[in-house]
């Protein structure tokens, strides 16, 4: 008879590569709460698009609300414009409108480190659990 092993866990970090499609639909709230809760169970989080200013404030101030000494430790967030500042038409510029395209990657604190940030480039170190 055949003896049944059992796999073991893979090792690694999971990400969570969110579309901007998938996104648009949702409240602002379910934004935030689909962020966390990936970001809850260790992954780091990958937005296409990002979320507004407003959408990242309450996204920060629902984190400082759940924060526990025990488990969760909070997020790091680091996002950057996909198209600089000054870029696009000048109707565009004359609204005061900026690009909305941008790169947010969000990952537990505890897990996630920056280690550099620039107009190109988010270099992130992330440890296993």
Known sequence: MAEVTEQPEPQGVQIDLISGDRME???????????????????????ERGLSPDEES???????????????????????????????????????????????VIGPANRIQTLHKDEELISAFVTHR
């Open 25 to 47: 639909g949702l409240t602002s709230m379910e934004k935030i709460r689909l962020i966390l809760d990936g970001v809850h169970e260790g992954n780091i989080v990958i937005l």
């Open 58 to 104: 309450k996204l920060i101030e629902v984190t400082m609300s759940e924060i526990n000494p025990d488990g969760f430790n909070g997020i790091e967030i680091e996002t950057y414009p996909q198209i600089e500042a000054g870029s696009g038409s000048f109707l565009e510029r004359l609204m005061g409108r900026t690009g909305e395209g941008k790169l947010t």
